[in-house]
């Protein structure tokens, strides 16, 4: 069965750096876009970040571009978050994903797999 396993979360000081891994295994991900969202207490899931495991094209909202990198490892079979200048808005439980599909999509209803998620802390 598919899995996705986050790691890399913790706390760190505003304008620090984080990388996520999502470590992703029980299929061939070729044909899947790999997505990156997050949820903050009392608020929506978000979009934070996708590509496309056989592709180069990345995605991402406002809020984060500029910041954040989405990148993939197709040997290791990881998708990593590279998060720069982290502000304390950034404070959430970050979720890697994972959706068969030839069109990238900022729904996370559209998202087939999920990791457990893991907590970015971002202090002031």
């Known amino acids: 069965q598919v899995q996705l396993v986050e790691s890399g979360g913790g706390l760190v000081q505003a304008g620090g750096s984080l990388r996520l891994s999502c470590a992703a295994s029980?299929?061939?991900?070729?044909?899947?876009?790999m997505g990156w969202f997050r949820q903050a207490p009392g608020k929506e899931r978000e979009f934070v970040a996708a590509?496309?495991?056989?592709?180069?094209?990345?995605y991402y909202p406002d809020s984060v571009k500029g910041r954040f990198t989405i990148s993939r490892d197709n040997a290791k079979n990881t998708v990593y978050l590279q998060m720069n200048s982290l502000k304390p808005e950034d404070t959430a439980v970050y979720y890697c994903a994972a959706r068969s599909g030839s069109y990238y999509t900022t729904s996370r209803y559209d998202y087939n797999y999920w990791g457990q998620g893991t907590q970015v802390t971002v202090s002031s």
């Open positions: 029980g299929r061939t991900f070729t044909n899947y876009y």
């Open positions: 590509i496309r495991w056989s592709g180069t094209n990345t």
